[in-house]
Every structure is written in C-alpha cells, then in structure tokens.
C-alpha cells in the first residue's frame, strides 16, 4: 500500500493485489485437488506447488507492509515455476519428446480424466497461474506524484 491511508489500496497496489489472489486461488486449489479430492500429485506437480505456494505469503505480506520488495523476492519463484510448468505442459502435448515420465501408471498421473478442470489439463493451469502472476510482477508502476 504505496498512499498514506492504511485501509485503501492505490492503483499501483492492483497488480500485486491481483498477483496475490492468483497465487492464493492456485494455491487453494492444489491443495483441494490434493486434500479433497485425494488425487495424489506427480512429481514435477510437486515442484510447481513448491514454487507457488511461498508466493502467498510473500506477496500478501509485501501487499500488507507496502515495502515493494514483492519483485525481488517472488521474481526468481515465479521463473522457477514457470520454467517447471513449461516443461510439465511440454511433456503433457507431446512437444517434448520425453513421455511424462513422472507420472506413472501405478502412481499419480497428470493424463488422466480426473486431471482435467473445467476442461483444462492441470498442467496447463499452473502454466497459465505462473505467466499471470508474472505479469502482474511485471506491469510497470504508475507515474508517482
């Protein structure tokens, strides 16, 4: 929160506003698929979860203090992820020749029915989660007074 009155966000703090509630939202939903559902992750869902789930806090506390330092700390997190995520959905089309090979058969699997929200294979939500909240980190601020 970048203006003096505590209990208002300024128009800089809405890309960090919207850049929490994706991770806040993608978070909660891992851990609904995970806890609720009992669908067990593979292991690069693993390593996405362990990118995204830091960046709650992170940027909710940035959000909370005002301090700006959102970018410096949620930036190399976010890349990891997107970097991972990347490499998940490459594996899941087919454009990476590798099978998946995390997912296995007996274990837990990213090709399976229940894998798929609203249409949308997991994989590619944690893609499309990670590229918003990078560029919300990456919107430029607004001309200050």
């Known amino acids: 929160m970048t203006n003096t009155d505590p ?5 800089d703090d ?8 994706i991770a806040l939202t993608a978070t909660l939903g ?4 995970g806890e609720v559902l009992s669908q067990m992750p593979c292991t ?15 940027l909710g506390l940035s959000l909370w203090r005002g301090d700006g330092m959102a970018r410096t700390y949620a930036l190399p997190l976010v890349l990891a992820g997107l970097a991972l995520a990347a490499w998940h959905s490459g594996l899941y089309a087919g454009i990476l020749p590798a099978p998946i090979v995390p997912c296995t058969e007996n274990g837990p699997s990213c ?4 894998q798929v929200i609203l249409g949308v294979p997991i994989p590619y939500l944690s893609m499309v989660a990670f590229v918003a909240v990078l560029a919300c980190l990456l919107l430029p601020k607004g001309q200050r007074p």
């Not at 209990?7 to 128009?11: A, D, N, T």
């Not at 891992?30 to 698929?33: D, K, Q, S, T, V």
């Not at 090709?111 to 229940?114: D, F, P, R």
């Open 44 to 58: 690069l869902c693993w390593y996405q979860r362990i990118a995204m789930f830091p960046l709650v806090p992170i």
């Open 111 to 114: 090709t399976g029915e229940a």
């Open 7 to 11: 209990q208002s966000l300024s128009r």
């Open 14 to 21: 809405l890309p960090l506003t919207a850049a929490f509630l």
């Open 30 to 33: 891992a851990l609904f698929i």
